[in-house]
Protein backbone atom coordinates (compact mmCIF):
# COMPACT_ATOMS: atom_id res chain seq x y z
CA UNK A 1 0.00 0.00 0.00
CA UNK A 2 1.56 3.27 -0.50
CA UNK A 3 2.53 5.89 1.88
CA UNK A 4 -0.28 8.37 0.74
CA UNK A 5 -3.30 5.98 0.79
CA UNK A 6 -1.63 4.24 4.07
CA UNK A 7 -2.64 7.42 6.06
CA UNK A 8 -5.64 8.20 4.47
CA UNK A 9 -7.07 4.69 4.96
CA UNK A 10 -6.24 5.37 9.00
CA UNK A 11 -7.92 9.01 8.73
CA UNK A 12 -11.07 7.23 7.24
CA UNK A 13 -11.03 4.61 10.32
CA UNK A 14 -9.90 7.54 12.52
CA UNK A 15 -12.87 9.85 11.64
CA UNK A 16 -15.27 7.25 11.23
CA UNK A 17 -15.25 6.20 14.50
CA UNK A 18 -15.26 10.32 15.84
CA UNK A 19 -17.99 11.44 13.83
CA UNK A 20 -19.58 8.15 15.16
CA UNK A 21 -18.84 9.33 18.95
CA UNK A 22 -19.81 12.81 17.91
CA UNK A 23 -22.95 12.12 15.87
CA UNK A 24 -24.83 10.55 19.14
CA UNK A 25 -23.52 12.65 21.93
CA UNK A 26 -24.63 15.92 18.80
CA UNK A 27 -28.15 13.86 18.26
CA UNK A 28 -29.06 13.63 22.07
CA UNK A 29 -27.61 17.41 22.25
CA UNK A 30 -30.01 18.40 19.56
CA UNK A 31 -33.19 16.05 21.03
CA UNK A 32 -32.72 17.69 24.39
CA UNK A 33 -32.69 21.22 22.84
CA UNK A 34 -35.49 20.21 21.12
CA UNK A 35 -37.36 19.25 23.84
CA UNK A 36 -36.27 22.02 26.41
CA UNK A 37 -37.82 24.36 23.73
CA UNK A 38 -41.13 22.48 23.28
CA UNK A 39 -41.78 22.25 26.56
CA UNK A 40 -40.67 25.98 26.73
CA UNK A 41 -43.14 26.27 24.35
CA UNK A 42 -45.91 23.82 25.93
CA UNK A 43 -45.22 25.85 28.89
CA UNK A 44 -46.51 29.13 27.67
CA UNK A 45 -49.19 27.90 25.90
CA UNK A 46 -50.22 26.34 29.20
CA UNK A 47 -50.58 30.28 30.22
CA UNK A 48 -52.12 31.21 27.80
CA UNK A 49 -55.19 28.65 28.01
CA UNK A 50 -55.22 29.68 31.46
CA UNK A 51 -55.40 33.03 30.97
CA UNK A 52 -58.36 32.58 28.76
CA UNK A 53 -60.04 29.99 30.82
CA UNK A 54 -60.59 32.80 33.48
CA UNK A 55 -61.77 35.04 30.58
CA UNK A 56 -63.69 33.24 28.54
CA UNK A 57 -65.72 30.36 30.49
CA UNK A 58 -66.50 28.40 27.27
CA UNK A 59 -62.79 27.23 26.70
CA UNK A 60 -63.58 24.89 29.95
CA UNK A 61 -65.66 23.06 27.88
CA UNK A 62 -63.47 21.61 25.31
CA UNK A 63 -62.78 18.07 26.25
CA UNK A 64 -61.56 16.82 22.54
CA UNK A 65 -58.82 18.11 20.39
CA UNK A 66 -60.69 18.38 17.17
CA UNK A 67 -59.44 21.80 15.52
CA UNK A 68 -57.52 22.60 19.04
CA UNK A 69 -54.18 21.96 20.81
CA UNK A 70 -55.82 21.54 24.26
CA UNK A 71 -58.29 19.62 26.05
CA UNK A 72 -59.59 20.77 29.80
CA UNK A 73 -61.04 18.28 31.89
CA UNK A 74 -62.30 19.17 35.03
CA UNK A 75 -61.02 16.86 37.99
CA UNK A 76 -61.80 15.87 41.86
CA UNK A 77 -59.52 18.04 44.47
CA UNK A 78 -58.03 15.06 46.02
CA UNK A 79 -56.24 13.66 42.58
CA UNK A 80 -55.52 17.56 41.78
CA UNK A 81 -53.44 18.08 44.40
CA UNK A 82 -51.38 15.23 43.92
CA UNK A 83 -50.49 16.30 40.50
CA UNK A 84 -47.46 17.51 39.42
CA UNK A 85 -47.06 18.80 36.08
CA UNK A 86 -45.29 16.39 33.36
CA UNK A 87 -44.60 16.22 29.86
CA UNK A 88 -44.35 13.05 27.48
CA UNK A 89 -44.41 11.40 24.23
CA UNK A 90 -47.30 10.71 23.05
CA UNK A 91 -48.97 9.61 19.67
CA UNK A 92 -51.75 11.51 17.75
CA UNK A 93 -53.34 10.66 14.37
CA UNK A 94 -52.73 13.26 12.25
CA UNK A 95 -54.93 14.10 9.51
CA UNK A 96 -52.78 15.74 6.98
CA UNK A 97 -49.88 12.70 7.16
CA UNK A 98 -52.69 10.22 7.44
CA UNK A 99 -51.04 8.48 10.31
CA UNK A 100 -50.21 8.68 13.63
CA UNK A 101 -47.41 11.17 14.51
CA UNK A 102 -45.54 11.68 17.68
CA UNK A 103 -46.44 14.57 19.64
CA UNK A 104 -45.03 16.19 22.58
CA UNK A 105 -47.85 16.47 25.81
CA UNK A 106 -48.07 18.63 28.25
CA UNK A 107 -50.73 17.37 31.28
CA UNK A 108 -51.17 20.10 33.73
CA UNK A 109 -53.88 20.67 36.42
CA UNK A 110 -55.30 24.74 37.11
CA UNK A 111 -57.65 25.98 39.54
CA UNK A 112 -60.66 28.13 38.56
CA UNK A 113 -63.43 29.20 41.23
CA UNK A 114 -62.27 26.20 43.09
CA UNK A 115 -63.07 23.92 40.67
CA UNK A 116 -60.10 21.80 39.43
CA UNK A 117 -59.36 21.41 35.69
CA UNK A 118 -56.80 19.09 34.00
CA UNK A 119 -55.13 20.46 31.03
CA UNK A 120 -53.85 18.86 28.25
CA UNK A 121 -51.58 20.68 25.99
CA UNK A 122 -49.87 18.94 22.74
CA UNK A 123 -47.62 20.19 20.16
CA UNK A 124 -46.38 18.58 17.36
CA UNK A 125 -43.17 17.25 17.50
CA UNK A 126 -39.76 16.49 15.57
CA UNK A 127 -40.19 13.32 14.16
CA UNK A 128 -37.14 11.30 15.40
CA UNK A 129 -36.84 8.90 12.61
CA UNK A 130 -37.13 11.43 10.09
CA UNK A 131 -33.77 13.63 12.65
CA UNK A 132 -32.31 10.21 12.33
CA UNK A 133 -32.29 9.80 8.68
CA UNK A 134 -30.96 13.60 8.19
CA UNK A 135 -28.98 13.42 10.43
CA UNK A 136 -27.46 10.12 8.72
CA UNK A 137 -27.53 11.95 5.68
CA UNK A 138 -25.58 14.78 6.48
CA UNK A 139 -22.97 13.45 8.45
CA UNK A 140 -22.46 10.91 5.55
CA UNK A 141 -21.81 14.12 3.60
CA UNK A 142 -19.72 15.60 5.72
CA UNK A 143 -17.41 12.15 6.23
CA UNK A 144 -17.01 12.01 2.63
CA UNK A 145 -15.94 15.62 2.08
CA UNK A 146 -13.70 15.28 4.98
CA UNK A 147 -12.19 12.11 3.14
CA UNK A 148 -12.27 13.70 -0.42
CA UNK A 149 -10.60 16.90 1.55
CA UNK A 150 -7.69 14.38 3.21
CA UNK A 151 -7.44 12.95 -0.26
CA UNK A 152 -6.90 15.98 -1.96
CA UNK A 153 -5.16 17.57 0.81
CA UNK A 154 -2.78 14.02 1.20
CA UNK A 155 -2.20 14.46 -3.21
CA UNK A 156 -1.17 18.33 -3.56
CA UNK A 157 -0.10 19.29 -0.11
CA UNK A 158 1.77 15.95 1.22
CA UNK A 159 2.76 15.05 -2.09
CA UNK A 160 4.67 18.18 -2.40
CA UNK A 161 6.12 17.99 1.10
CA UNK A 162 7.32 14.39 0.19
CA UNK A 163 8.06 15.18 -3.22
CA UNK A 164 11.97 14.47 -2.44
CA UNK A 165 10.89 12.25 -0.87
CA UNK A 166 9.58 10.31 -3.56
CA UNK A 167 11.62 11.87 -6.39
CA UNK A 168 14.83 10.15 -4.46
CA UNK A 169 12.63 6.73 -4.53
CA UNK A 170 11.81 7.07 -8.31
CA UNK A 171 15.73 7.05 -9.19
CA UNK A 172 16.74 4.65 -6.67
CA UNK A 173 14.13 2.29 -7.90
CA UNK A 174 15.52 2.89 -11.62
CA UNK A 175 18.85 3.65 -10.58
CA UNK A 176 21.74 0.16 -11.90
CA UNK A 177 24.88 0.01 -10.95
CA UNK A 178 27.15 0.30 -14.00
CA UNK A 179 24.81 2.39 -16.04
CA UNK A 180 26.18 5.90 -15.47
CA UNK A 181 23.44 7.80 -13.97
CA UNK A 182 23.47 10.12 -11.25
CA UNK A 183 20.97 10.50 -8.76
CA UNK A 184 19.45 14.04 -8.54
CA UNK A 185 17.99 15.19 -5.50
CA UNK A 186 15.41 17.57 -4.43
CA UNK A 187 16.45 20.08 -2.24
CA UNK A 188 14.03 20.25 0.72
CA UNK A 189 13.26 22.24 3.73
CA UNK A 190 12.97 19.25 5.97
CA UNK A 191 15.79 18.15 7.79
CA UNK A 192 15.10 14.53 7.62
CA UNK A 193 14.99 14.56 4.11
CA UNK A 194 17.90 16.52 3.41
CA UNK A 195 19.47 14.26 5.58
CA UNK A 196 18.08 11.20 3.53
CA UNK A 197 19.40 13.03 0.42
CA UNK A 198 22.90 13.22 1.56
CA UNK A 199 23.00 10.05 2.93
CA UNK A 200 22.09 8.35 -0.10
CA UNK A 201 24.26 10.45 -2.41
CA UNK A 202 27.13 9.92 -0.36
CA UNK A 203 26.48 5.65 -0.36
CA UNK A 204 26.05 5.49 -3.98
CA UNK A 205 29.11 7.65 -4.75
CA UNK A 206 31.12 5.44 -2.82
CA UNK A 207 29.79 2.46 -4.65
CA UNK A 208 29.47 3.93 -8.20
CA UNK A 209 33.21 4.84 -7.75
CA UNK A 210 34.51 1.66 -6.44
CA UNK A 211 32.64 0.08 -9.30
CA UNK A 212 33.77 2.32 -11.85
CA UNK A 213 37.26 1.69 -10.68
CA UNK A 214 37.10 -1.98 -9.83
CA UNK A 215 35.55 -1.64 -14.24
CA UNK A 216 38.15 0.12 -14.85
CA UNK A 217 40.69 -1.85 -13.51
CA UNK A 218 39.40 -5.14 -15.48
CA UNK A 219 39.31 -2.99 -18.46
CA UNK A 220 43.12 -1.93 -17.68
CA UNK A 221 44.71 -4.83 -16.62
CA UNK A 222 43.12 -6.81 -19.42
CA UNK A 223 44.27 -4.01 -22.05
CA UNK A 224 47.99 -3.74 -20.85
CA UNK A 225 48.30 -7.46 -20.86
CA UNK A 226 47.66 -7.50 -24.30
CA UNK A 227 50.87 -6.45 -25.76
CA UNK A 228 53.24 -8.67 -23.17
CA UNK A 229 51.21 -11.41 -24.48
CA UNK A 230 51.34 -10.24 -28.26
CA UNK A 231 55.35 -10.26 -28.11
CA UNK A 232 55.66 -13.24 -25.97
CA UNK A 233 53.23 -15.24 -28.05
CA UNK A 234 55.50 -13.92 -31.26
CA UNK A 235 59.09 -14.39 -29.86
CA UNK A 236 57.46 -18.17 -29.36
CA UNK A 237 56.34 -18.44 -32.57
CA UNK A 238 60.07 -16.96 -33.85
CA UNK A 239 61.69 -19.34 -31.31
CA UNK A 240 60.02 -22.04 -32.88
CA UNK A 241 61.09 -21.46 -36.42
CA UNK A 242 64.43 -21.92 -35.22
CA UNK A 243 66.51 -24.34 -37.36
CA UNK A 244 68.18 -26.47 -34.63
CA UNK A 245 65.09 -26.90 -32.44
CA UNK A 246 64.76 -30.69 -31.59
CA UNK A 247 61.35 -32.04 -31.26
CA UNK A 248 61.37 -32.09 -26.93
CA UNK A 249 62.11 -28.44 -27.60
CA UNK A 250 59.43 -27.66 -30.03
CA UNK A 251 57.12 -29.89 -27.66
CA UNK A 252 57.51 -27.67 -24.95
CA UNK A 253 57.27 -24.26 -26.78
CA UNK A 254 54.42 -25.31 -28.08
CA UNK A 255 52.91 -26.25 -24.50
CA UNK A 256 53.75 -22.86 -23.37
CA UNK A 257 52.48 -21.24 -26.83
CA UNK A 258 49.24 -23.14 -25.79
CA UNK A 259 48.69 -22.10 -22.47
CA UNK A 260 49.60 -18.28 -23.64
CA UNK A 261 46.90 -18.31 -25.85
CA UNK A 262 44.28 -19.57 -23.64
CA UNK A 263 45.47 -16.56 -21.20
CA UNK A 264 45.07 -14.35 -24.38
CA UNK A 265 41.42 -15.63 -25.03
CA UNK A 266 40.56 -15.10 -21.64
CA UNK A 267 42.10 -12.05 -21.68
CA UNK A 268 39.74 -11.25 -24.88
CA UNK A 269 36.32 -12.05 -23.23
CA UNK A 270 37.34 -10.23 -20.12
CA UNK A 271 38.16 -6.85 -21.87
CA UNK A 272 34.92 -7.51 -24.28
CA UNK A 273 33.11 -8.03 -20.87
CA UNK A 274 34.50 -4.95 -19.32
CA UNK A 275 33.60 -2.48 -22.75
CA UNK A 276 29.87 -4.33 -22.61
CA UNK A 277 29.32 -2.65 -18.76
CA UNK A 278 31.17 0.36 -20.11
CA UNK A 279 28.51 0.81 -22.80
CA UNK A 280 31.22 0.81 -25.49
CA UNK A 281 28.84 -0.65 -27.54
CA UNK A 282 26.28 2.01 -28.24
CA UNK A 283 24.88 1.73 -31.77
CA UNK A 284 21.72 -0.15 -32.49
CA UNK A 285 20.16 -1.36 -35.26
CA UNK A 286 17.40 -3.90 -35.96
CA UNK A 287 18.60 -7.34 -35.72
CA UNK A 288 16.97 -10.36 -37.45
CA UNK A 289 17.62 -13.40 -35.11
CA UNK A 290 16.53 -16.05 -37.85
CA UNK A 291 18.66 -14.26 -40.17
CA UNK A 292 21.80 -14.03 -37.89
CA UNK A 293 21.15 -17.77 -35.99
CA UNK A 294 21.28 -19.07 -40.01
CA UNK A 295 24.32 -17.19 -40.73
CA UNK A 296 26.31 -18.52 -37.50
CA UNK A 297 24.68 -22.49 -38.52
CA UNK A 298 26.54 -22.12 -41.36
CA UNK A 299 29.83 -20.62 -39.78
CA UNK A 300 29.61 -23.45 -37.19
CA UNK A 301 28.88 -26.34 -39.34
CA UNK A 302 32.30 -27.28 -39.39
CA UNK A 303 32.59 -27.39 -35.49
CA UNK A 304 29.66 -29.11 -35.62
CA UNK A 305 30.11 -31.59 -38.02
CA UNK A 306 33.24 -32.41 -35.90
CA UNK A 307 31.14 -33.76 -33.59
CA UNK A 308 28.64 -35.23 -35.89
CA UNK A 309 26.21 -32.86 -34.63
CA UNK A 310 22.61 -31.76 -36.64
CA UNK A 311 21.55 -28.59 -35.58
CA UNK A 312 17.71 -27.69 -36.28
CA UNK A 313 16.15 -24.54 -36.61
CA UNK A 314 12.29 -23.77 -36.60
CA UNK A 315 10.64 -21.16 -36.45
CA UNK A 316 7.19 -20.07 -36.01
CA UNK A 317 7.67 -16.37 -36.40
CA UNK A 318 10.41 -13.63 -36.83
CA UNK A 319 12.44 -12.51 -34.41
CA UNK A 320 13.27 -8.42 -34.95
CA UNK A 321 15.08 -6.99 -31.73
CA UNK A 322 16.44 -3.30 -31.80
CA UNK A 323 20.24 -4.17 -30.17
CA UNK A 324 24.21 -4.14 -31.35
CA UNK A 325 24.31 -6.27 -34.01
CA UNK A 326 27.93 -6.95 -33.30
CA UNK A 327 26.89 -7.84 -29.88
CA UNK A 328 23.78 -9.69 -31.08
CA UNK A 329 26.34 -12.08 -32.95
CA UNK A 330 28.49 -12.72 -29.89
CA UNK A 331 25.34 -13.48 -27.83
CA UNK A 332 24.36 -15.96 -29.81
CA UNK A 333 27.26 -17.08 -30.95
CA UNK A 334 28.42 -17.88 -27.61
CA UNK A 335 25.30 -19.74 -26.73
CA UNK A 336 25.41 -22.15 -29.56
CA UNK A 337 29.18 -22.36 -29.44
CA UNK A 338 28.37 -23.93 -25.56
CA UNK A 339 25.57 -25.94 -27.07
CA UNK A 340 28.18 -27.34 -29.52
CA UNK A 341 31.17 -28.19 -26.68
CA UNK A 342 29.25 -29.15 -24.55
CA UNK A 343 26.61 -31.21 -26.69
CA UNK A 344 27.32 -34.97 -26.88
CA UNK A 345 28.53 -36.46 -30.04
CA UNK A 346 26.05 -37.53 -32.22
CA UNK A 347 23.23 -35.01 -30.91
CA UNK A 348 20.77 -32.70 -32.32
CA UNK A 349 21.55 -29.12 -31.28
CA UNK A 350 17.39 -27.83 -31.46
CA UNK A 351 16.94 -23.63 -31.80
CA UNK A 352 13.02 -22.97 -31.68
CA UNK A 353 12.34 -19.28 -32.70
CA UNK A 354 8.91 -17.38 -31.66
CA UNK A 355 7.82 -13.92 -32.02
CA UNK A 356 9.32 -13.34 -28.26
CA UNK A 357 11.59 -16.69 -27.73
CA UNK A 358 14.76 -17.60 -28.78
CA UNK A 359 15.37 -21.39 -27.36
CA UNK A 360 18.35 -23.24 -28.07
CA UNK A 361 18.50 -26.85 -26.40
CA UNK A 362 21.09 -29.49 -26.39
CA UNK A 363 22.05 -33.23 -24.92
CA UNK A 364 24.44 -33.47 -22.51
CA UNK A 365 25.28 -36.76 -20.51
CA UNK A 366 25.55 -34.42 -17.45
CA UNK A 367 22.66 -33.88 -14.86
CA UNK A 368 21.10 -30.35 -14.46
CA UNK A 369 23.51 -27.36 -14.07
CA UNK A 370 22.99 -25.17 -10.95
CA UNK A 371 20.66 -22.07 -12.93
CA UNK A 372 22.11 -19.51 -10.28
CA UNK A 373 25.63 -20.49 -11.08
CA UNK A 374 25.61 -20.87 -14.83
CA UNK A 375 25.97 -17.95 -15.73
CA UNK A 376 28.68 -16.39 -13.17
CA UNK A 377 32.00 -16.31 -14.58
CA UNK A 378 34.67 -18.97 -14.39
CA UNK A 379 31.80 -21.67 -13.56
CA UNK A 380 33.13 -24.44 -15.53
CA UNK A 381 31.68 -27.63 -15.82
CA UNK A 382 33.23 -28.84 -18.71
CA UNK A 383 36.35 -31.47 -18.69
CA UNK A 384 37.98 -29.30 -21.96
CA UNK A 385 41.34 -27.06 -20.85
CA UNK A 386 40.64 -24.22 -23.64
CA UNK A 387 37.00 -23.45 -22.47
CA UNK A 388 37.27 -19.84 -20.64
CA UNK A 389 34.23 -20.48 -18.54
CA UNK A 390 33.14 -16.92 -19.34
CA UNK A 391 31.29 -17.19 -22.58
CA UNK A 392 27.65 -17.66 -20.47
CA UNK A 393 28.75 -15.06 -18.60
CA UNK A 394 28.89 -12.61 -21.54
CA UNK A 395 25.34 -13.75 -22.88
CA UNK A 396 24.37 -12.93 -19.39
CA UNK A 397 25.97 -9.28 -19.69
CA UNK A 398 24.79 -8.87 -23.23
CA UNK A 399 20.95 -9.71 -22.24
CA UNK A 400 20.83 -7.91 -19.29
CA UNK A 401 22.22 -4.70 -21.17
CA UNK A 402 19.58 -5.14 -23.55
CA UNK A 403 16.87 -5.79 -21.16
CA UNK A 404 16.58 -9.38 -22.27
CA UNK A 405 16.10 -12.91 -20.16
CA UNK A 406 18.57 -15.12 -20.44
CA UNK A 407 17.25 -18.20 -18.70
CA UNK A 408 18.53 -21.90 -18.18
CA UNK A 409 16.54 -24.60 -17.26
CA UNK A 410 16.70 -28.70 -17.52
CA UNK A 411 14.26 -31.27 -19.25
CA UNK A 412 16.42 -33.99 -19.91
CA UNK A 413 18.18 -31.20 -21.89
CA UNK A 414 20.09 -27.89 -21.08
CA UNK A 415 17.80 -25.56 -22.38
CA UNK A 416 18.51 -22.07 -23.03
CA UNK A 417 16.27 -19.30 -23.45
CA UNK A 418 16.06 -15.59 -24.86
CA UNK A 419 12.49 -14.20 -23.55
CA UNK A 420 12.39 -10.84 -25.22
CA UNK A 421 10.53 -8.41 -23.82
CA UNK A 422 6.78 -7.05 -25.62
CA UNK B 1 59.90 -5.51 -51.46
CA UNK B 2 59.98 -2.76 -48.68
CA UNK B 3 58.23 -2.41 -45.03
CA UNK B 4 58.36 0.25 -42.59
CA UNK B 5 57.31 -0.40 -39.13
CA UNK B 6 56.44 1.97 -37.10
CA UNK B 7 55.92 1.39 -33.58
CA UNK B 8 56.78 2.14 -30.03
CA UNK B 9 56.80 -1.29 -28.42
CA UNK B 10 60.51 -2.49 -28.70
CA UNK B 11 59.92 -6.16 -27.89
CA UNK B 12 57.05 -5.73 -30.88
CA UNK B 13 58.54 -3.81 -33.16
CA UNK B 14 61.66 -6.99 -32.85
CA UNK B 15 59.56 -9.25 -33.72
CA UNK B 16 57.96 -8.26 -36.71
CA UNK B 17 61.14 -7.08 -37.76
CA UNK B 18 62.88 -10.68 -37.53
CA UNK B 19 59.80 -12.12 -39.02
CA UNK B 20 59.70 -10.05 -41.79
CA UNK B 21 63.20 -10.30 -42.51
CA UNK B 22 62.72 -13.64 -42.56
CA UNK B 23 60.52 -13.40 -45.61
CA UNK B 24 63.22 -11.47 -47.53
CA UNK B 25 61.47 -7.78 -47.33
CA UNK B 26 63.72 -5.08 -46.70
CA UNK B 27 62.90 -3.89 -42.98
CA UNK B 28 62.82 0.04 -41.86
CA UNK B 29 61.36 0.78 -38.52
CA UNK B 30 61.02 3.95 -36.46
CA UNK B 31 59.63 4.26 -32.78
CA UNK B 32 57.78 7.39 -33.10
CA UNK B 33 55.72 9.69 -35.33
CA UNK B 34 58.83 12.37 -36.01
CA UNK B 35 60.99 9.72 -37.15
CA UNK B 36 58.14 7.97 -39.44
CA UNK B 37 57.79 11.61 -40.82
CA UNK B 38 61.23 11.81 -41.95
CA UNK B 39 61.67 7.88 -43.18
CA UNK B 40 58.18 8.89 -45.18
CA UNK B 41 59.63 11.65 -46.67
CA UNK B 42 62.43 10.49 -48.14
CA UNK B 43 61.63 6.20 -49.21
CA UNK B 44 58.61 4.82 -50.79
CA UNK B 45 57.49 2.14 -48.90
CA UNK B 46 55.21 -0.87 -50.16
CA UNK B 47 53.74 -1.39 -47.18
CA UNK B 48 53.64 0.57 -43.42
CA UNK B 49 52.81 -1.01 -40.46
CA UNK B 50 51.39 1.65 -38.16
CA UNK B 51 50.65 1.59 -34.75
CA UNK B 52 48.14 4.02 -33.54
CA UNK B 53 49.03 4.92 -30.06
CA UNK B 54 52.65 6.39 -30.29
CA UNK B 55 54.87 8.15 -27.72
CA UNK B 56 54.63 11.53 -29.35
CA UNK B 57 51.13 11.58 -31.12
CA UNK B 58 48.63 9.26 -33.07
CA UNK B 59 49.31 7.32 -35.65
CA UNK B 60 45.96 8.68 -37.14
CA UNK B 61 47.50 11.71 -38.07
CA UNK B 62 50.08 10.20 -40.03
CA UNK B 63 47.92 8.30 -42.03
CA UNK B 64 45.68 11.78 -42.49
CA UNK B 65 49.44 13.12 -43.68
CA UNK B 66 50.29 10.46 -46.12
CA UNK B 67 46.87 10.74 -47.66
CA UNK B 68 47.54 14.50 -47.84
CA UNK B 69 50.35 14.10 -49.47
CA UNK B 70 49.15 11.70 -51.99
CA UNK B 71 51.71 8.73 -50.53
CA UNK B 72 49.89 5.67 -51.99
CA UNK B 73 51.80 3.60 -49.76
CA UNK B 74 50.20 0.64 -48.26
CA UNK B 75 49.49 0.93 -44.37
CA UNK B 76 48.19 -1.74 -42.57
CA UNK B 77 47.09 -0.33 -38.88
CA UNK B 78 48.44 -2.77 -36.52
CA UNK B 79 46.50 -1.68 -32.91
CA UNK B 80 46.09 -2.82 -29.41
CA UNK B 81 43.04 -1.05 -28.95
CA UNK B 82 40.46 -3.27 -30.59
CA UNK B 83 37.56 -1.23 -31.35
CA UNK B 84 35.17 -1.05 -33.94
CA UNK B 85 35.68 2.31 -34.03
CA UNK B 86 39.54 2.77 -34.44
CA UNK B 87 38.68 0.02 -37.48
CA UNK B 88 36.22 2.12 -39.00
CA UNK B 89 38.40 5.11 -38.70
CA UNK B 90 41.66 3.69 -39.74
CA UNK B 91 40.00 2.00 -43.12
CA UNK B 92 38.34 5.26 -43.93
CA UNK B 93 41.30 7.16 -43.57
CA UNK B 94 42.46 4.95 -46.46
CA UNK B 95 44.18 2.42 -44.24
CA UNK B 96 44.32 -0.97 -46.15
CA UNK B 97 43.75 -3.41 -43.30
CA UNK B 98 43.40 -3.21 -39.60
CA UNK B 99 45.11 -6.08 -37.18
CA UNK B 100 44.13 -6.46 -33.65
CA UNK B 101 46.97 -7.24 -31.03
CA UNK B 102 47.70 -9.53 -30.07
CA UNK B 103 48.30 -11.81 -33.43
CA UNK B 104 50.04 -14.36 -34.88
CA UNK B 105 52.94 -13.63 -36.81
CA UNK B 106 51.49 -15.51 -39.82
CA UNK B 107 48.39 -13.28 -39.78
CA UNK B 108 50.28 -10.45 -39.97
CA UNK B 109 52.60 -12.01 -42.73
CA UNK B 110 49.22 -12.87 -44.76
CA UNK B 111 47.90 -9.44 -44.27
CA UNK B 112 50.69 -7.54 -45.71
CA UNK B 113 50.82 -10.58 -48.33
CA UNK B 114 47.87 -9.21 -49.44
CA UNK B 115 47.96 -6.15 -49.48
CA UNK B 116 51.13 -6.41 -51.38
CA UNK B 117 49.38 -8.19 -54.15
CA UNK B 118 46.64 -5.88 -54.39
CA UNK B 119 49.00 -3.48 -55.23
CA UNK B 120 51.70 -5.07 -57.35
CA UNK B 121 49.37 -7.17 -59.62
CA UNK B 122 47.01 -4.96 -60.47
CA UNK B 123 44.43 -7.22 -63.15
CA UNK B 124 46.72 -10.32 -63.08
CA UNK B 125 46.18 -11.26 -59.25
CA UNK B 126 47.76 -14.96 -59.56
CA UNK B 127 50.18 -17.06 -56.91
CA UNK B 128 51.96 -19.42 -58.42
CA UNK B 129 54.20 -22.06 -56.48
CA UNK B 130 55.77 -24.68 -58.36
CA UNK B 131 52.88 -26.27 -60.15
CA UNK B 132 50.07 -24.79 -57.42
CA UNK B 133 48.77 -21.53 -58.87
CA UNK B 134 45.79 -19.89 -57.05
CA UNK B 135 43.44 -17.39 -59.02
CA UNK B 136 42.63 -14.69 -56.51
CA UNK B 137 40.03 -13.15 -58.28
CA UNK B 138 38.17 -16.54 -59.11
CA UNK B 139 39.16 -18.42 -55.91
CA UNK B 140 40.22 -21.02 -57.53
CA UNK B 141 43.71 -22.96 -57.55
CA UNK B 142 44.60 -25.45 -59.79
CA UNK B 143 47.60 -27.49 -60.15
CA UNK B 144 49.23 -27.72 -63.79
CA UNK B 145 46.19 -25.85 -65.05
CA UNK B 146 44.01 -28.33 -64.24
CA UNK B 147 41.16 -27.01 -61.50
CA UNK B 148 41.81 -28.31 -58.05
CA UNK B 149 37.92 -28.80 -56.69
CA UNK B 150 38.53 -27.74 -53.09
CA UNK B 151 35.88 -26.24 -50.79
CA UNK B 152 35.65 -22.46 -49.64
CA UNK B 153 37.61 -23.82 -45.97
CA UNK B 154 39.93 -25.64 -48.17
CA UNK B 155 40.66 -22.84 -50.63
CA UNK B 156 41.43 -20.21 -47.67
CA UNK B 157 43.50 -22.66 -45.71
CA UNK B 158 45.91 -23.17 -48.84
CA UNK B 159 45.72 -19.41 -49.53
CA UNK B 160 47.04 -18.66 -45.74
CA UNK B 161 49.71 -21.28 -46.11
CA UNK B 162 51.01 -19.85 -49.42
CA UNK B 163 51.51 -16.67 -47.65
CA UNK B 164 53.61 -18.57 -44.87
CA UNK B 165 54.82 -21.19 -47.30
CA UNK B 166 58.19 -22.72 -45.31
CA UNK B 167 57.35 -20.93 -42.20
CA UNK B 168 55.57 -22.85 -39.47
CA UNK B 169 52.25 -21.96 -38.62
CA UNK B 170 50.74 -22.79 -35.44
CA UNK B 171 46.84 -24.28 -35.66
CA UNK B 172 45.14 -21.12 -33.68
CA UNK B 173 46.61 -18.81 -36.27
CA UNK B 174 45.13 -21.20 -38.78
CA UNK B 175 41.67 -21.64 -37.08
CA UNK B 176 41.01 -18.30 -36.56
CA UNK B 177 42.08 -16.98 -39.76
CA UNK B 178 40.32 -19.60 -41.12
CA UNK B 179 36.97 -19.94 -39.30
CA UNK B 180 37.05 -16.42 -37.44
CA UNK B 181 37.46 -15.20 -33.57
CA UNK B 182 34.79 -17.49 -32.30
CA UNK B 183 36.48 -20.73 -33.06
CA UNK B 184 38.75 -20.64 -29.82
CA UNK B 185 38.10 -24.24 -28.25
CA UNK B 186 40.41 -26.69 -27.55
CA UNK B 187 38.12 -29.27 -29.45
CA UNK B 188 38.07 -27.22 -32.62
CA UNK B 189 41.58 -28.09 -33.30
CA UNK B 190 40.71 -31.62 -33.60
CA UNK B 191 38.56 -30.42 -36.65
CA UNK B 192 41.14 -28.55 -38.43
CA UNK B 193 43.03 -31.83 -38.89
CA UNK B 194 40.39 -33.25 -40.43
CA UNK B 195 40.34 -30.28 -43.32
CA UNK B 196 43.83 -30.66 -43.60
CA UNK B 197 43.90 -34.42 -43.89
CA UNK B 198 41.29 -33.52 -46.98
CA UNK B 199 43.01 -30.91 -48.50
CA UNK B 200 46.51 -33.25 -48.16
CA UNK B 201 44.55 -35.60 -50.42
CA UNK B 202 43.42 -33.28 -52.99
CA UNK B 203 46.96 -31.93 -53.29
CA UNK B 204 48.33 -35.66 -53.20
CA UNK B 205 46.11 -36.69 -56.15
CA UNK B 206 46.72 -33.96 -58.36
CA UNK B 207 50.39 -34.30 -57.81
CA UNK B 208 51.05 -31.23 -56.60
CA UNK B 209 54.69 -30.39 -55.35
CA UNK B 210 53.73 -28.47 -52.00
CA UNK B 211 52.83 -30.47 -48.65
CA UNK B 212 51.69 -29.29 -45.75
CA UNK B 213 53.62 -31.42 -42.84
CA UNK B 214 52.64 -31.59 -39.55
CA UNK B 215 54.76 -30.41 -37.05
CA UNK B 216 53.70 -31.91 -33.64
CA UNK B 217 52.23 -29.75 -31.28
CA UNK B 218 51.98 -26.52 -33.30
CA UNK B 219 50.90 -26.63 -36.36
CA UNK B 220 51.76 -27.02 -40.41
CA UNK B 221 54.19 -25.87 -42.83
CA UNK B 222 53.87 -25.92 -46.24
CA UNK B 223 56.66 -26.90 -48.31
CA UNK B 224 57.66 -26.94 -51.30
CA UNK B 225 59.70 -29.48 -53.13
Request: charged content about 25%; aromatic content about 8%.
Amino acid sequence: MKLLNYTTSYFSAILLVLLGIWAVIFYLEMLDEIYDSLDDGLDNQKMLVINRAKQDPEVLQRSEFKDGSYTIKPIDKSSAISFKDFYRDTLMYMQNEDEYEPVRLLETVFKKDDEFYKLKIITSMVEEDDLIEDLLFSLILLYVGLILSIVLLNNLILKKIWNPFYTLLQQLKDFRLGKDQKIETVPSKIEEFNLLNTRVEQMLGKSISSYNSQKQFIENAAHELQTPLAISINKLELLVEKEDMNDEQIELIASVLYNLEGLTRMNKSLLLLSKIENQQFPEEEIVNFNDLITELKSDFQDLAGHKEMEISIGSTSELNYKMNKGLARILLSNLLKNAIIHGQKRSEIEIEISARNFIISNIANNGALDPENVFSRFQKKSPSKNSTGIGLAIAQTIAKKYELQLIYHYKQKHVFQLRFPY
Amino acid sequence: MKILIIEDEKDMLQNMKDFLLKENFVVETAESVAEARNKIGVYTYDCILLDINLKDGSGFQLLEELKQNKIEDGVIIVSARNSLDDKLEGLNLGADDYLAKPFHMAELNARVKAVLRRRQFNGNNKIKIGNLSIDLDEHEASIDDKPLHLNRKEYEILLFFTSNQNRLVNKSALAEHVWGDHIDQADSFEFIYSQIKNLRKKLKTAGAEIEIKAVYGIGYKLITQ
